[in-house]
């Protein structure tokens, strides 16, 4: 696999003061269990999701950075990390914050409840909605997998759960969450955008199948009931809407049909092979009969970064995030944002789902904007390339 690099560039007393400020965050009370309420904006109708895969966390100061330039060694550790996720999280202001699994690596981490805290503690600190769901590292350390995903559900402002009641499913993060419409529209008490996560395991519990975990079946009828119930909610229920809302999902490890694209088809860069299951479970078949996910998200391997549309649905890396992850030397770092855009009438009512954009933000000296793109717009399939942002520019890395 290739390795990925990045720069330090906050000296050594402002990454110990963003330490120092994340453990303070988390000794609250810890009750954790956020009610949600997540929304569209008015100023704007837009919804935002800032994506992080694969911080890789551990000791904080003491765990050094992986494959970074020899100038960057020096000094280089878990804080880079955590001053990266304070950097990107005041640029965007998302609305809600997902860790897409590997969030700490449990096998370097002596405490993986002080891991995981650390980790995160940008979101709570800054008192930020957020989401999170398991890699095949988390559960490597002092606590079981069971035991990670009880303790992510038990931090502030957290919106994880461990999975839905009542039902018997595989694995532990198997969730939905529902975004309303502006308040005070007529579309305020419906859920607009649904967001799925799911747990896609570690490795193969079965004996003769070699590598990694998968979606199993538990998980996708849990996930066609989910889906049905809210495509059916949100076309039959007062005000009833003609097409069922579009959905995001959101899990660790790529699906073999992340193997599909070539340089020719997809945005972004492939530098590593698609480490997918050995087997094909049939999840993105389920998601196409679905119908409303319109993009999946994961992270796992580090220096693939592209979005490809397959089938309508498009397939997004985010690229690695943590510094203790391995990467490629001279290869910034990086984060994945989707914006949701809301319809908006003559009379200024918003509406239902318009559009979805994505674009990702490196943790060089700008903080640069990369590969921005619309995933999905209503009426058309075509992906389309969309005018920079202000702080643009091409990308002109080391492949």
């Known amino acids: 696999m290739a390795r990925l690099g990045i720069r330090c560039f ?26 949600g309420g997540l929304r569209f904006r008015r100023e704007g109708g837009t919804f935002k999701v800032l994506q992080v895969a694969d911080m890789h966390y551990a000791d904080g100061r003491s765990t050094p950075c992986e494959d970074v ?18 950097r990107v999280l005041r640029a965007e202001n998302p609305d809600l914050v997902v860790f897409t699994g590997d969030n700490i690596f449990g096998a370097d981490s002596t405490d993986t409840a002080g891991s995981m805290d650390a980790a995160i503690a940008p979101a709570i600190a800054m008192k930020l909605p957020w989401a999170a769901i398991l890699g095949n590292h988390d559960q490597e350390g002092t606590l079981s997998r069971e035991g990670v995903m009880r303790h992510l559900v038990g931090l502030k402002n957290t919106l994880s759960r461990l999975n839905p009641e009542g039902v018997e499913i ?17 579309l305020a008490n419906k859920s607009v955008l649904n967001l799925y996560f799911l747990d896609s395991g570690d490795y193969s519990t079965v004996w003769w199948i070699p590598g990694y975990g998968w979606i199993k079946a538990s998980q996708q009828a849990w996930f066609r009931q989910t889906s049905a119930n809210l495509q059916k909610k949100y076309t039959s229920e007062q005000p009833a809407q003609k097409e069922p809302a579009p959905s995001l999902a959101y899990f660790h490890i790529p699906l073999p049909e992340f193997s599909s694209f070539t340089a020719s088809n997809f945005t972004g860069v492939k530098q590593e092979g698609i480490s997918s299951p050995s087997i094909n479970s049939g999840f993105f078949t389920t998601m196409v009969e679905a119908g409303d996910v319109k993009a999946a998200f994961i992270g796992h391997d580090h220096v693939n970064d592209f979005c490809g549309k397959l089938t309508g649905i498009q397939l997004c890396y985010a690229g690695g995030f943590g510094y203790h992850a391995y990467g490629k030397a001279g290869w910034s ?9 809301l319809e908006k009438t003559e009379s200024g009512e918003w509406q239902g789902v ?17 590969d921005s793109e619309v995933l999905w717009n209503r009426g058309s399939n075509e992906p389309q390339l969309i005018r920079e942002l202000p702080n643009d520019r091409e990308a002109k890395e080391e492949s």
């Open 69 to 86: 330039l020899p100038a960057q060694q020096r000094g280089c550790s878990d804080l880079n990390t955590t001053a990266f996720l304070y």
């Open 10 to 35: 906050l000296p050594p007393l402002i990454l110990l003061l963003h330490l120092f400020l994340a453990a303070a965050a988390v000794n609250g009370d810890g009750s954790g269990g956020g009610g």
């Open 354 to 370: 318009k559009s979805i954009k994505t674009w990702k933000r490196l943790d060089d000296q700008n903080l640069t904007t990369i």
């Open 170 to 186: 595989d694995g532990y993060g198997n969730y939905n969450l529902e975004v309303g419409g502006v308040e005070g529209t007529l």
């Open 333 to 341: 770092r990086r984060a994945r944002v989707v914006s949701v855009q």
